[in-house]
């Protein structure tokens, strides 16, 4: 089956600065790769996501990047805000309908 | 309506209780999910219905039993649970084709604690 890795676990920064999370997946077959935030207390959102037919996707403050040769993917914030503060994870989903997540990274934005 | 409604939002039991956590979708999603969270941790997977059918079970003890009544209602049935249980449970759905509309949508989840 597949296995994602995640990294780093906890990632802190000003205010201001980027932030960049990055995971690794195992299965070739993965053609679909969604990010979601978590805020505390609240449910897992889908922030942005990926097909393996684009190397690249932007929603404002926020990107995400795939090399497939590599089998890895990224999260890019740009200008972090404090309200970027959560847990973050991300997924890839293979053959299957069911994703496989990474295990999460805690991001903290000091003001 | 792109919601996935969960309740009860909180619950508290006793570990001769029996309970039920219910969750609703009216996206015409065919797939729907439930998955356990502890804090911090990445969701779980407990159960996944297709088409009102059980199509994985990922080899949860039976003191939970996954309902699926229609295409949009999923119950998750509780007897005899142990205070390890005690989680966020999250509910969720999509298409289960894997087509171009292929993102899971989460419920807020239903917080349990047993004593």
């Known amino acids: 089956g597949e296995n994602v890795e995640q990294h780093p676990s906890t990632l802190s920064v000003q205010e201001g600065d980027s932030a960049v999370i990055k995971c690794t997946y195992s299965?070739?077959?993965?053609?679909?790769f969604p990010w979601y935030k978590q805020e505390l207390g609240k449910r897992p959102q889908l922030i942005i996501d990926?097909?393996?037919?684009?190397g690249e996707k932007k929603d404002q403050r926020i990107a995400v990047t795939l090399n497939k040769t590599a089998k890895h993917f990224s999260l890019h914030i740009t200008e972090t805000q404090p309200e970027d503060s959560a847990v973050y994870f991300c997924?890839?989903?293979?053959?299957?309908?069911?994703?496989?997540f990474g295990r999460g990274t805690s991001l903290i934005v000091h003001p | 309506d792109t919601e996935v409604t969960q309740t009860p939002k909180h619950l508290v039991m006793g570990m001769t209780n029996k309970k039920s956590l219910k969750c609703e979708q009216h996206?015409?999603?065919?797939?729907m999910y439930w998955y356990k969270q502890k804090a911090k941790k990445p969701p779980e997977l407990m159960f996944v219905?297709?088409?009102?059918?059980?199509?994985i079970n990922e080899s949860v003890p039976s003191r939970f039993s996954p309902e699926c009544p229609n295409s949009s209602l999923l119950n998750l049935h509780l007897h005899a649970l142990q205070p390890e249980d005690s989680a966020l449970y999250l509910c969720?759905?999509?298409?289960?084709?894997?087509?171009?509309?292929?993102?899971?949508?989460f419920g807020e989840g239903s917080r349990l604690t047993v004593l």
């Open positions: 969720a759905s999509s298409r289960p084709d894997g087509g171009s509309v292929s993102e899971l949508f």
């Open positions: 299965d070739s077959a993965s053609n679909y």
């Open positions: 990926i097909r393996s037919n684009v």
């Open positions: 997924a890839a989903r293979g053959g299957s309908y069911i994703p496989t």
């Open positions: 996206m015409g999603h065919r797939a």
């Open positions: 219905y297709s088409y009102e059918k059980l199509s």
